[in-house]
């Protein structure tokens, strides 16, 4: 299984943050996928995952600003993250677990950096 | 400020062991044998290389070992080498509404 995050580089503050997760070698519908990321020079926080059958768990303190989505046609995985400010500046990452309700992330996409900046 | 602590940074020689504490509550280390460890090089994804807090993945060496003792989770490094300088992070299921929870990262570095 491999992931690919994508989406774009900048996002303005106040707007929408949105990426994209395509998964390969295997089908969305089988795995728990998270949504995790990194700002620049600091630690990993998780943001949230999507399970199987669609259900979602997000981190206390991005709730009301995540959400994740699955788009099993395309075996895409999606992240929105509302109202952005430069504290969302970050390596976005994708990540597989190897089963649910776990902190084993197996599988990790390459990473995407979502600058927020006018 | 991450939801486990970790220390920011430890260091000894090759050869030589290290061990990194990972401290929780009794929400999340403490209530589940669901602890992980990431490896995480400078500009690369990070790797786990602990899980279920005493097993290794394939390919990890066994160098690497995990340990629980109440809410402290323990990742020791044995036989320290050079390319074991890196980030490590350590990772808890915690249930509830809280589900995942990682520490703030710990360097290691080789001397």
């Known amino acids: 299984v491999q992931l690919q995050e994508s989406g774009p580089g900048l996002v303005k503050p106040s707007e929408t943050l949105s990426l994209t997760c395509t998964v390969s070698g295997g089908s969305i519908s089988n795995y728990y996928l998270s949504w995790i990321r990194q700002p620049p020079g600091k630690g990993l926080e998780w943001i949230g995952y999507i399970y199987h059958s669609g259900g979602t768990k997000y981190n206390p303190s991005l709730n009301s600003r995540v959400s994740i989505s699955s788009d099993t046609s395309k075996n895409q995985l999606s992240l929105q993250l509302t109202s952005v400010t430069a504290a969302d500046t970050a390596v976005y990452y994708c990540?597989?677990?190897?089963?649910?309700?776990?902190?084993?992330?197996?599988?990790w996409g390459q990473g995407t950096l979502v600058t927020v900046s006018s | 400020q991450s939801a486990l602590t970790q220390p920011r940074s430890v260091s000894a020689s090759p050869g030589q062991s290290v061990t990194i504490p990972c401290t929780g509550t009794s929400s999340d280390i403490g209530a589940y044998d669901l602890v992980s460890w990431y490896q995480e090089h400078p500009d690369k994804a990070p790797t786990v290389i602990i899980y279920?807090?005493?097993k290794r993945p394939s390919g990890v060496p066994d160098r690497f070992s995990g340990s629980k003792s109440g809410n402290t989770a323990s990742l020791t490094i044995s036989g320290l080498q050079a390319e074991d300088e890196a980030e490590y992070y350590c990772?808890?299921?915690?249930?509830?509404?809280?589900?995942?929870?990682f520490g703030g990262g710990t360097k290691v570095t080789v001397l």
């Open positions: 990540a597989r677990h190897s089963r649910g309700y776990s902190s084993d992330f197996r599988t």
């Open positions: 990772c808890s299921y915690a249930g509830g509404s809280t589900h995942v929870v």
């Open positions: 279920d807090v005493t």
